[in-house]
Nanobody
């Protein structure tokens, strides 16, 4: 069993930056890939970024590539999502997740989510 707790969401203006954090407990953190997902009102949940357990490889969805950066600190059991140049369309609940495999977005565990709201 893994517990995930996200933080760092909030209300920002277009063009601002925000960093989300997700602290994991319950398993050896470096053994598993992690991902960030988001869900906007009325839309399906979508993947934002993924990172291998070692942190050596990352993947980004096209709609955030170049603006968002996923990283992890295995000593702190924490994965981060640095978001820059935020736009109103980035408004969503952001979730971190433990992935079954790095190469896909099958999720074994979800966090509770943190709201990000970007005003124009």
């Amino acid at each position: 069993q893994v517990q995930l707790v996200e933080s760092g969401g909030g209300l920002v203006q277009a063009g601002d930056s925000l960093r989300l954090s997700c602290v994991a407990s319950g398993r050896t953190f470096s053994n598993y890939a992690m991902g960030w997902f988001r869900q906007a009102p009325g839309k399906e949940r979508e993947v934002v970024a993924r990172i291998r357990g070692s942190g050596s490889t990352t993947y980004y969805a096209a709609y955030v590539k170049g603006r968002f950066t996923i990283s992890r600190d295995n000593a702190k059991n924490t994965v981060y999502l640095q978001m820059t140049s935020l736009q109103p369309e980035d408004t969503a609940v952001y979730y971190c997740a433990v992935l079954r495999f790095y190469t896909n977005s099958v999720v074994d565990y979800w966090g509770q989510g943190t709201q990000v709201t970007v005003s124009s």
